[in-house]
């Protein structure tokens, strides 16, 4: 075993952002290392993660070239049409009453721009996604995949990084990069202040079956407990059985007793909110929850450090985009970091790692605010606010060039677009 290992970049988590930027470097034959105190073993097992991930259109151009997309494909359904509505719930009925005035995006409505329509997105289970990005970081020559490896010491200096691993090796390299997480210590450590605040809201996240099939449609009710999202999944491979992920922000005090109820009596309360536009509706499998949180980090960087994905921001899921946005995040640094490699400059020199943090903030920022907005106005029941977001939703679906606008946005096809998103090689 090597007590000393030499690399260009270190990365700290291998999450689906971690992974995937470790990814994007080697693919360029930079030298990185990538830790996580974690086993492979326990990031792809089932019960480590319940949740799938919304992988937008651009996101799907990066992760294709990089070679992931092609494990991905045969679990991943498509997301071509959106609905979005806003919805009651009154004692004693059997289902949540939805309003007549709704939003709808439709796929085909983008067909001129970009012939013939694509889907807007893909549903993947993130487990399929964790799995596939390892076996592919597993096979790049420059990657180092340390896992399971708890760090235990970490400075930086004008010359380099230094990691020094609990087993006692050590790595050293000209950038560290931070992905672990809302919960990173590496950006407190850096003394990087952040905005923070809980949403008192938790998502319950389970798989429901219905018995008829979701044609790629994607629905968001918004609930006066918060957003209930149901987000088309593949058949099941075994039963057939046609399926939905459900993403059930609930307000928090709420959740502790509705995640004790037995089967019956869950499924109910589920179903209410489900709604019948598919049939008869059961929850299946385990129910998984995630208290809810923002977190904005106030720099990306400081002294050979960069902050990415939930490291540097952490999002409502109202919007399915916070590993989108981390995956714009590791795509930007991703090149910033290779070109300056390529000009002979210092990969982790306060240059290359502004040039991250001016590409990356406004849209970070921008989606912080939106998804705490978005959030703000419809997880609630006061009857003025109620009517004003129904009939903005109503305004909004009358508008076709609002209706794109958004779209695009939704799609991550806005923006500067680095080369991986693309499509092309770094
Ligand atoms: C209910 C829910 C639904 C969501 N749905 C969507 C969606 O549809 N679309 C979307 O784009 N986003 C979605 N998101 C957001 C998305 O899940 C996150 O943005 C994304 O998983 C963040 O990945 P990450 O790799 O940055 O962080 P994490 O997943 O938190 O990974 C951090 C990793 O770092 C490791 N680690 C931490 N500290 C250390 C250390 N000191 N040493 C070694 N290892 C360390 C951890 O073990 C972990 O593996 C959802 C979020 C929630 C809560």
């Given amino acids: 075993m090597d007590r000393e290992i030499r690399c260009d970049v270190i990365v700290v988590g291998a999450g689906m952002i971690g992974a995937t930027l470790g990814i994007a470097l080697a693919s360029a034959g930079v030298r990185v290392a990538i830790i996580d105190r974690l086993a492979v073993d326990t990031m792809t097992a089932g019960p480590y993660d319940g949740r799938t991930t919304a992988i937008a259109s651009a996101a799907q151009r990066a992760l294709e070239a990089l070679g992931v997309w092609p494990m991905l494909a045969p679990d991943a359904a498509a997301i071509d049409d959106i609905r979005i509505s806003d919805g009651r719930l009154e004692p004693g009925a059997t289902e949540a009453r939805t309003s007549l005035l709704h939003l709808h995006f439709d796929h085909r409505e983008l067909a001129e721009a970009c012939a013939p329509a694509q889907p807007m997105g893909h549903i993947v289970e993130n487990r399929f996604i964790r799995r596939a990005l390892f076996t592919r970081l597993a096979a790049m020559p420059t990657a180092t995949f340390l896992a399971p490896a708890e760090t235990a010491r970490i400075t930086r200096d004008n ?55 979701h044609r790629g449609v994607a629905h968001e009710k918004f609930l006066p407990g918060g957003p209930f999202a149901i987000l088309p999944m593949t058949d099941d491979p075994r039963t057939g059985a046609h399926r939905s992920s459900i993403v059930w922000s609930e307000r928090a005090d709420l959740v502790p007793a509705l995640l004790k109820l037995d089967d019956a009596a869950f ?8 709604g019948s536009h598919l049939g008869a509706v059961r929850p299946v499998g385990p129910r998984y929850h995630y208290p809810l949180s923002l977190m904005h980090a106030e720099r990306y960087i400081a002294q050979r450090l960069a902050l990415v994905g939930d490291a540097a921001h952490a999002i409502h899921p109202i919007a399915g985009q916070g590993w989108n946005l981390g995956l714009r995040d590791v795509v930007a640094l991703a090149e910033v970091v290779v070109d300056a490699r390529r000009l002979g400059l210092d990969i982790g020199g306060t240059a290359t790692l502004e040039a991250y943090e001016r590409w990356r903030r406004v849209d970070n920022l921008a989606l912080v605010a939106a998804t705490d907005a978005l959030n703000r106005l419809f997880s609630n029941d006061l009857p003025p606010v109620r009517l004003a977001r129904d009939l903005g939703l109503a305004a909004a679906n009358r508008v076709a060039p609002l209706r794109r606008f958004f779209m695009r946005h939704a799609m991550g096809a806005v923006g500067d677009q680095p080369r991986l998103t693309r499509g092309l090689p770094l």
């Fill in 159 to 213: 010359a380099a990084a230094t990691v020094v691993l609990a087993d006692g090796r050590v790595l050293r390299a000209p950038l560290l990069v931070s992905a672990e997480g809302k919960f990173g210590a590496l950006r407190e450590q850096a003394g990087i202040g952040a905005l923070q605040w809980r949403y008192e809201q938790t998502a319950i996240v389970c798989v429901a079956e219905h018995e008829q099939p």
């Fill in 267 to 274: 499924a109910r309360e589920f179903a209410q909110r489900f």
